[in-house]
């Protein structure tokens, strides 16, 4: 072979291997965001969960937490949920809600009695659309990671600048400085936890509410957390609240 053939051929092979490296790459961020989707069906064919929906909002002069406990009855349509608020002196719960499927009834914290408030247009139980859709596609990923932590597994997502920018939409005056959330799979291949985290820039405020030269730095964390799943005492709860 000729010494321009065989740089031709050398040439030619290097294309084809980094091709092969891309194609790669690309299974495996398709293969990890298929996991937490295949993890999101497992969920929605769930029996009945058991969950909460925490909340975190830290600023430089303190934070705010809220808290959600739900039951739900995936087979009828069913739920039961408890908000509660987090401070310095621990947590209170507020409000208490009952769905059966076709409304929605609720009661505060001190009541003893239901009211209920007529047909209502979204009959899901609380954030549940948090274990069970995605927001983004795998082409907003900018990075991956899969570890394993004991008995699950742990997938971690950091976004692309592209997705951040349009999450700053959201948030007037603000810049999206961090982005990323964590899922974590049992061996059922069951969404077990997701953690989302976000780290935000924004003007200072005065307490007239005046727009400052200063910068301060808000975090915003959620959590939700799947601590049972398929058993016959979480349905039996969510019945518990028709008993009123």
């Avoid at 000729?2 to 290097?14: Q, V």
Wanted: glycine share 6%; charged share 30%; hydrophobic share 35%.
């Amino acid at each position: 072979m000729g010494d321009k053939k065989r740089a031709i051929f050398i040439i030619i092979l290097f294309i084809l291997l980094l091709q092969a490296a891309a194609l790669s790459g690309t299974a495996r961020e398709s293969d990890s965001f298929g996991q937490v989707k295949a993890a999101m069906r497992a969920i929605r064919r769930a029996d009945n969960l058991q969950y909460t929906y925490e909340s975190t909002i830290s600023y430089q002069n303190g934070n705010e937490t809220s808290r959600v406990e739900v039951c739900s009855d995936q087979l009828t349509g069913s739920w039961r949920a408890e908000y509660f608020k987090v401070d310095a002196d621990g947590a209170w719960m507020f409000l208490q809600q009952y769905c059966n499927g076709k409304e929605i009834f609720h009661r505060s914290g001190n009541e003893d009695f239901w009211t209920g408030n007529g047909q209502e247009e979204n009959l899901k139980a609380p954030n549940l659309s948090e274990l069970v859709s995605l927001d983004y596609d795998s082409d907003d990923i900018l990075e991956e990671t899969v570890v394993s932590e004991g008995d699950l597994k742990k997938i971690s997502h950091n976004f692309q600048i592209d997705y951040m920018m349009d999450m700053m939409k959201q948030y007037q005056n603000a810049k999206v400085v961090d982005a990323g959330v964590d899922y974590w799979v049992d061996r059922k291949g069951v969404l077990k936890k997701k953690r989302f985290s976000l780290a935000l820039m924004q003007p200072e405020k005065t307490e007239r509410n005046d727009i400052t030269d200063g910068q301060e730095e808000i975090r915003i964390n959620i959590e939700v957390e799947v601590t049972d799943y398929n058993r016959d005492r979480i349905a039996a709860k969510v019945s518990e609240a028709t008993e009123f």
